[in-house]
């Protein structure tokens, strides 16, 4: 099956910098790649998501990138605020099978 | 009202004692899931449910089972529960078609001592 990796596992950036999260996969006939993002206490909410067909997506301060050929995707934040403090899980799906990575725990610092 | 109810949003019990987590959804999704969330391993997927009539195992089953009692309704069962099966467990229901977005409830932390 799928194998997704998420790295790093906790990132700490000051507020106004960016931050990327990189993700790999293992299954090439892949074709979703989700970005979920978890607050404290809730369940995780999809932030943006990317089909194999296209190899950036953009919405205001997230932005996603997939390379099909390396089988790695990204996500970058910019302008970083308080509020996007939480954890990411990236995930990469074929068919009904959805694989998710362990998650990177972002801090930004006022 | 939430779209994704999770019932009990806690629980404690003991070794070799029979558990259910409720979940209920208002979104009209045929899709249903439900998931396991341990620190370090993000979410692994234990069941899922196309229709009342359709269940399947996911990457972790063993040890739980599932019923459908409606199209708005999947609960999870823990027969005989075990330490290891201490989690965060998430239900969440999707749109038809294979890929789209999934909406979680708000998680169900069961301790098992």
């Known amino acids: 099956g799928e194998n997704v990796e998420q790295h790093p596992s906790t990132l700490s950036v000051q507020e106004g910098d960016s931050a990327v999260i990189k993700c790999t996969y293992s299954d090439s006939a892949s074709n979703y790649f989700p970005w979920y993002k978890q607050e404290l206490g809730k369940g995780p909410q999809l932030i943006i998501d990317i089909r194999s067909n296209v190899g950036e997506k953009k919405d205001q301060r997230i932005a996603v990138t997939l390379n099909k050929t390396a089988k790695h995707f990204s996500l970058h934040i910019t302008e970083t605020q308080p509020e996007d403090s939480a954890v990411y899980f990236c995930?990469?799906?074929?068919?009904?099978?959805?694989?998710f990575g362990a998650g990177t725990r972002l801090t930004v610092k006022p | 009202d939430a779209d994704v109810t999770q019932t009990p949003r806690n629980r404690i019990t003991k070794t070799g004692k029979r558990i259910m987590l409720e979940c209920s959804q208002t979104k009209g999704h045929d899709r249903m899931y439900w998931y396991r969330q341990d620190p370090g391993l993000g979410l692994r997927l234990i069941y899922y449910s196309f229709d009342v009539k359709d269940i399947n195992k996911g990457e972790i089953s063993d040890g739980y089972s599932v019923s459908r009692q409606a199209q708005a309704k999947f609960s999870l069962s823990l027969e005989s529960a075990i330490p290891n099966q201490t989690a965060l467990y998430f239900c969440a229901t999707r749109g038809t078609g294979a890929t789209g977005e999934l909406f979680f409830g708000e998680g169900s932390r069961l301790t098992v001592l």
């Open positions: 995930a990469a799906s074929r068919d009904n099978d959805m694989r």
